[in-house]
C-alpha cells in the first residue's frame, strides 16, 4: 500500500504536533516510523536478523516522500509505534495513516 509518509500529524484540534525538542519542526508519520523502528522497545532484547530487518524498513523510509509498504511491514509499524509511543493521539494518527485513513 502506498503511504504518504510527510503527513503531519495533528493533535484532536487539527493543529500540528511538534518535536518535542524543536517547536518549530511538525512531526510527521515519517518521524514517527523511524523513532519506533530504531531501537529495540523497553524490555526487548532483539537479535541480530530482526535489527537488519527493521534497518532495511528504515533505509526504504528514510527521505521518502511517499513508499509502497507491504501488509507486514504496516502491522510492524503499527505495534512497534503502539509500544513505542504513549501518547493515544500519535498512536491513533499514526495508525489512521498507515491504514490509508485521512487523519
Known amino acids: 500500500m502506498r503511504v504518504d509518509l510527510n503527513a503531519s500529524l495533528v493533535d484532536l484540534e487539527g493543529v500540528p504536533i511538534t518535536i518535542a525538542n524543536n517547536s518549530q519542526a511538525i512531526a510527521t508519520l515519517r518521524f514517527a516510523c523511524e523513532i519506533a ?3 529495540d522497545l523497553p524490555g526487548e532484547r532483539s537479535d541480530g536478523k530482526a535489527r ?3 534497518y532495511e524498513l528504515l533505509q526504504k523510509i ?3 516522500g511517499e513508499a509502497d509498504l507491504t501488509a507486514e511491514e504496516i502491522s510492524l509499524l503499527k505495534s512497534r509505534i503502539g509500544q ?3 501518547n493515544a493521539v500519535i498512536v491513533g494518527r499514526c495508525w489512521d495513516l498507515l491504514e490509508g485513513k485521512a487523519a
Open 62 to 64: 528514510h527521505g521518502a
Open 84 to 86: 513505542r509511543f504513549t
Open 37 to 39: 523502528l530504531k531501537d
Open 52 to 54: 537488519y530487518a527493521r
